[in-house]
């Protein structure tokens, strides 16, 4: 995909951007296609549809307002880098750590890194509920980011213990965030977070419910979360 089509669906969706970026995006989304020819990084195929589903839904969040210009970010569970690669290349002045259980995964991303010339982005080969443990890692970020990975009870185990206080969790979910507040809501207390309203991340020409639910952090996490590896999982907090 050309660098001026890409531009187009920038401008279309009002996410800002810096004159390199559609390069980056360009380069980014042609190296999916062809890895995903030989790994499962995404069910989408379409070169449009890959397009606006995974890097313009990820970028939208820069129309919030939540996003700091600098600071850090990891992207826990990050798959094939999204959001944190291509926030990392919206926004060249925020350290991204991207972070997932699998290394064929990032060596997908170390691919990207290099062709695209990327350097604040580094990668992590970790679980969630062992990285947040590491002191090197325990709410040391400003913002810990997921897309479409657990519903937000889960979610919330995996990211709070990231971020340091008054940092934020930002969380992407879809249609299923109703259905999932009530639990989230009370797990997140228990990990020191607080809920804020969600903020509805259009993209133009789809009929896409998604959404950004930002978590405040408003106290340390108790020094018994994250549970072991699995357990988050298993035994959701706040059911």
């Given at each position: 995909?050309?660098a001026s089509v890409i531009t187009d669906r920038l401008?279309?969706?009002?996410?800002?951007?810096?004159?390199?970026?559609?390069?980056?995006?360009?380069?980014?989304?042609?190296?999916?296609?062809e890895w995903n020819r030989h790994m499962d990084l995404?069910?989408?195929?379409?070169?449009?549809?890959?397009?606006?589903?995974?890097?313009?839904?990820?970028?939208?969040?820069?129309?919030?307002?939540?996003?700091?210009?600098?600071?850090?970010?990891?992207?826990?569970?990050?798959?094939?880098?999204?959001?944190?690669?291509?926030?990392?290349?919206?926004?060249?002045?925020?350290?991204?750590?991207?972070?997932?259980?699998?290394?064929?995964?990032?060596?997908?991303?170390?691919?990207?890194?290099?062709?695209?010339?990327?350097?604040?982005?580094?990668?992590?080969?970790?679980?969630?509920?062992?990285?947040?443990?590491?002191?090197?890692?325990?709410?040391?970020?400003?913002?810990?980011?997921?897309?479409?990975?657990?519903?937000?009870?889960?979610?919330?185990?995996?990211?709070?213990?990231?971020?340091?206080?008054?940092?934020?969790?930002?969380?992407?979910?879809?249609?299923?965030?109703?259905?999932?507040?009530?639990?989230?809501?009370?797990?997140?207390?228990?990990?020191?977070?607080?809920?804020?309203?969600?903020?509805?991340?259009?993209?133009?020409?789809?009929?896409?419910?998604?959404?950004?639910?930002?978590?405040?952090?408003?106290?340390?996490?108790?020094?018994?979360?994250?549970?072991?590896?699995?357990?988050?999982?298993?035994?959701?907090?706040?059911?």
């Amino acid at each position: 995909m050309n660098a001026s089509v890409i531009t187009d669906r920038l401008k279309r969706n009002s996410i800002p951007f810096h004159s390199e970026l559609p390069e980056k995006i360009g380069i980014y989304l042609n190296l999916l296609i062809e890895w995903n020819r030989h790994m499962d990084l995404t069910a989408d195929t379409e070169e449009d549809e890959i397009l606006d589903r995974h890097f313009i839904d990820s970028l939208t969040v820069l129309r919030t307002g939540l996003l700091p210009a600098s600071g850090n970010l990891v992207d826990v569970g990050t798959g094939a880098g999204f959001p944190g690669l291509v926030l990392a290349m919206a926004c060249p002045e925020l350290r991204v750590t991207l972070m997932d259980a699998q290394q064929k995964r990032l060596r997908f991303l170390d691919a990207v890194l290099q062709e695209t010339g990327t350097g604040n982005a580094s990668t992590l080969h970790a679980r969630a509920e062992d990285a947040a443990r590491n002191p090197l890692f325990r709410e040391g970020f400003d913002v810990a980011a997921a897309r479409a990975l657990a519903p937000l009870n889960v979610l919330s185990e995996y990211l709070l213990p990231f971020v340091r206080v008054n940092g934020l969790a930002l969380c992407w979910k879809g249609p299923s965030l109703a259905d999932e507040l009530d639990a989230g809501r009370r797990a997140a207390h228990l990990l020191g977070g607080r809920l804020e309203m969600p903020v509805q991340c259009t993209v133009c020409g789809r009929e896409w419910d998604h959404r950004i639910l930002p978590v405040r952090k408003i106290q340390k996490t108790a020094s018994a979360y994250p549970r072991k590896a699995g357990i988050p999982k298993a035994k959701p907090l706040g059911g």
